[in-house]
């Protein structure tokens, strides 16, 4: 699995608190992108990964929790974001 086009985001919180630390795409295997994926930071701490939206609300993707936790590892050491594992949902 690789990262993708992995930048950056700097902005103010939403008004519940969470703030997006990234945008990027997934490569899962090659010749295949998952784009416009997100990293934002809970209020708690917690770093969460979110992937496309979908125009109905409707989820579009599903991973486990290691597969999670491994996507954000790989975009965090992209952007150079340094962020806590066990924060890491």
Same mark, same amino acid.
């Given at each position: ?14 008004? /519940? ?11 899962? &295997? !090659?010749? $295949? ?5 997100? #990293? ?10 979110? /992937? ?11 991973? &486990? !929790?290691? $597969? ?5 590892? #790989? ?15």
């Amino acid at each position: 699995m690789k990262i993708k086009h992995a930048k950056p985001v700097r902005q103010e919180p939403s008004p /519940g608190g969470f703030r997006t630390l990234a945008r990027f795409a997934i490569e899962p &295997a !090659p010749g $295949v992108l998952i784009f416009d994926c997100s #990293l934002v930071r809970a209020p708690d701490g917690r770093v969460l990964f979110y /992937g496309p939206p979908s125009r109905s609300g409707a989820q579009i993707l599903s991973l &486990a !929790p290691e $597969v999670r936790r491994e996507i954000i590892q #790989l975009t965090t050491d992209e952007v150079g974001i340094n962020v806590e594992q066990r924060s890491a949902a």
